[in-house]
């Protein structure tokens, strides 16, 4: 051993790291995808419910319902629908307000996911509903 040098390994590491970095790489970018994708659910389940809520009150102010959507930090290319159902005439009534929020999330790692997985864009769907209070 002691005639050994230790500074003819120094290739070595470098080696190491081109091979691992790329992998690395794509486990960081999925966490960060996958945080994005949880984010903008929980962002657009909470606008759903918040648009219903406010529906339950007004159900035929579809703009009103939108605009309630939207300022609840949803992102920016979401698509609000609102539905009424049933009588919302009388008091006590069955009527209730659907609201449905849906978008196309686009990961960082499309490319790469595209090419080896065959994954891609997906649709997100966050659909609340409540009875009609009026």
Request: aromatic fraction near 14%.
């Given at each position: 051993m002691s005639g050994r040098r230790y500074g003819r390994s120094r290739?070595?590491?470098?080696?190491?790291?081109?091979?691992?970095?790329?992998?690395?790489?794509?486990?960081m970018l999925g966490t960060i995808d996958l945080g994005r994708a949880?984010?903008?659910?929980?962002?657009?389940?909470?606008?759903?419910?918040?648009?219903?809520?406010?529906?339950?009150?007004?159900p035929t102010d579809s703009t009103g319902i939108k605009n309630m959507v939207l300022s609840h930090g949803v992102p920016s290319d979401v698509k609000v629908t609102s539905t009424p159902s049933g009588a919302y005439t009388t008091i006590g009534g069955n009527a209730t307000i659907t609201v449905s929020v849906s978008r196309t999330f686009t990961p960082i790692t499309l490319s790469f996911l595209q090419h080896f997985f065959g994954l891609g864009s997906f649709k997100m769907n966050c659909t609340a509903v409540m009875k009609v209070m009026t």
């Open positions: 290739g070595q590491s470098l080696a190491e790291l081109a091979i691992s970095l790329p992998l690395l790489l794509l486990v949880y984010f903008d659910y929980i962002e657009m389940r909470n606008g759903a419910f918040e648009g219903a809520r406010y529906g339950s009150q007004n």
